[in-house]
């Protein structure tokens, strides 16, 4: 499995390939401490209530760092101030921005960002031992995606497999649907709903991330925010 490369962040040469590229930004948790401040200062009062209602601070730490990060880009972008961006949502509650696509994804203290000219969904786990994955491969792996699971990589395939169902029903904007079964991850394209969808996987440190888009361009740029 390929490798993710992320590049040092820098902002003009981001949003100068926002029109072409899908660009997927990385964040670790350790940046919430240097940013504290500045994250409290332009995200919304909505958001800083929601994060007061988790229960374990590393959980609000990511959630204010991914939503402060979206808004720090989104304002770049557009001229406006972070905190008086407004997000809007589809019928399905997923969230964007003027016609932005853009899909948001954390595990452990990870965070993923992706951004495309085309709708766009990423979701990245990190690899745990002490998790029961039966239930799971029961429940939503077709017969074919099972087979993929008799190797020594037996976790790797089942995390590859999972974070490219729900990549790809974030990017077609349905969310979890009741039969996983169906949710295509084999192939490098598959079609959902009529479209046509590029799947790709990626490892990164302990973490298995994956991206759907109709984006013709496999080609994805990886930046590290900073």
Sequence with gaps: MESFSFREWDTEAFLGL????????????????TLEEAILANVSLEETARANRFFHSKD???????????????????????QKIIFSKTHTHKPFFEGQAFNLSHSGDHIYL???PFPIGIDAEKSNL???LQPVVDACFSEEEFAMLSTKDYRRNFYRIWTRKEALLKATGEGLCDDMKQVPTINSHVYRNGQLYFLATRRHED???????PHADPEVIGWEFA
């Design 130 to 132: 002490d998790f029961d």
């Design 60 to 82: 609000r730490e990511i959630y204010m760092l991914g939503k402060y990060v979206l808004r720090k880009i989104l304002a770049e972008q557009t001229g406006l101030a972070p």
């Design 207 to 213: 973490y298995i991330v994956s991206y759907a888009t």
């Design 18 to 33: 926002q029109k072409i590229k899908t660009q997927i930004v990385f964040i670790h948790r350790n940046r919430y401490l």
């Design 114 to 116: 992706a951004f495309s």
